[in-house]
């Protein structure tokens, strides 16, 4: 069994059972980095404070920005057998420093400093997604820019509603990736407070100066009760919430683009360098990463799950309880940081086949709304508007026609009024007859566009 950061008091040694069941370091390995950087920044407060000498700051300084070059190079292997990632960095800096690395003890508890590390690496956590993030929206915007002339049939219930522009109806998703940056910025705010020098719970004896590690840690600002920063977990409460909303946007898009790629609707297609084959049948290309990506969200809220389940009903203050919630931060960071890169490269590999999408485009339903609305600039009663395009639908099922193959006094007969029904059966007529901020016109979905490239570049 290796060192233990405590000890004292104990005369026998740990069971062998107990202690494989109170590790962490197989799912806190993640923080290495940050301990390093901590424990850096105490040695400094240490020596202002003649705890530890000039000398020895400096061997120890050396010593960890070494450790951190090893780790960044991949050359530190992790040793499993201690108790936590603590326990295992300090054993590596006893190597080169010796017993020094026991004064870096004074006046911290391990409280505080995972507390503080687990905020350093959400912060970190947080600007890599929003990167992330932000590479997926401009893939999408190059694509809608691409294809911002082709209108699409768009779907209610997963039956023809109205004709869209597919640019639109693909922005509607950068606009959901926006929220979700905005979301993760305000969970940076909440985690942008340095718990350090708070001690065990109720601060420390020592004259340690918790602005001179704000500073050196690269926090906004102070937490102001000690209580609450050694006690409170909510911060990566809200960081798992925001993945799990982001990857429902993902999931639903995933769910979008496989339908849309299925046979019945055929409008999307994927290269091979995002498509898988069956080992049976020879024909199948399938879309198994978005299919990975829509089962990952359930995986996701199980994290969130997990951790609201162990903070529940938590007594203030640390408790052993809290060691899990590494595997719930890990886990969702890893998944959702997986699921961006690979839904950008999807979306980087997608094409239209507009023979497919134009051959959807010729179902008279999706006009009739049209219809309707130019009725009601008559003043007609959309009611009543209602009731008779949906008689003249019932109409044109019963003989096994097209609306537009009806007799026009027929049509008259019916609707009470002289309407060219033809006329409204056109994509483009739709889409360009639509006048309200935020639809599918084709001029207002070229402003998106352009807002949209102009925010992002």
């Not at 979301?183 to 001690?199: E, I, M, Q, S, W």
């Amino acid at each position: 069994m290796r060192e233990k950061l405590w000890g004292g008091r104990f005369k026998e040694k740990l069971d062998s059972i107990i202690l494989k069941f109170t590790k962490s370091i197989d799912f806190d390995f993640f923080l290495f980095e940050y301990q390093a950087q901590a424990c850096l920044a105490w040695a400094k407060e240490l020596t202002r404070l003649k705890i530890i000498t000039s000398q020895e700051f400096q061997k120890t300084k050396k010593a960890i920005r070494q450790l951190l070059s090893e780790w960044d190079k991949e050359n530190i292997k992790i040793d499993f057998e201690y108790e936590d990632i603590h326990s295992f960095f300090y054993a590596l800096l006893r190597n080169k420093i010796g017993h020094t690395v026991d004064k870096l003890h004074s006046g911290k508890s391990r409280n505080e400093e995972i507390a503080t590390i687990m905020r350093m690496f959400v912060k970190d956590a947080i600007l890599d997604e929003i990167g992330l993030i932000e590479d997926l929206q401009k893939k999408i915007v190059k694509k809608a820019e691409r294809y911002k002339t082709v209108i699409i049939p768009g779907f209610t219930h997963l039956q023809y509603a109205q004709p869209l522009l597919f640019a639109h109806w693909l922005l509607s998703y950068v606009e959901q990736l926006q929220r979700d940056k905005s979301r993760l910025l305000n969970v940076y705010k909440h985690t942008d407070v340095l718990p350090a020098g708070c001690g065990a719970l109720g601060g420390s004896s020592l004259a340690i100066n918790r602005e001179n590690l704000r500073k050196a840690l690269g926090f906004s600002q102070l937490g102001i009760n000690s209580v609450d920063m050694v006690s409170d977990r909510d911060f990566i409460l809200e960081y798992l919430n925001c993945n799990v909303i982001l990857s429902l946007h993902l999931s639903r898009l995933s769910e979008d683009f496989i339908i849309y790629n299925s046979p019945g609707y055929g409008f999307i297609e994927f290269s091979d360098r995002v498509t898988t084959g069956s080992s049976f049948m020879p024909h199948k290309k399938n879309p198994d990463p978005l299919e990975l990506i829509r089962a990952s969200s359930a995986e996701v809220i199980s994290y969130y799950v997990f951790l609201s389940g162990i903070l529940k009903g938590l007594p203030t203050t640390y408790n052993r309880d809290l060691q899990l919630d590494k595997r719930s931060l890990w886990g969702s960071y890893i998944v959702i940081s997986d699921v961006l890169r690979v839904m950008s490269l999807v979306i980087q590999e997608l094409k239209l086949n507009l023979e497919k999408i134009n051959a959807h485009l010729k179902d008279e339903t999706l006009y009739l709304t049209d219809v309707c609305e130019s009725l009601a600039k008559k003043g007609i009663a959309w009611k009543q508007i209602h009731y008779r395009i949906g008689m003249l639908l019932t109409e044109a099922e019963k003989r096994k026609v097209k609306i537009s193959q009806l007799d026009k006094n027929e049509v008259k007969k019916i609707l009470g009024i002289d309407v060219d029904i033809k006329k409204f059966l056109n994509p483009q007529h739709s889409v360009r007859a639509k006048k309200t901020a935020g639809s599918t016109n084709p001029d207002k979905v070229e402003q998106e566009i352009l807002k949209w490239k102009k925010l992002l570049s």
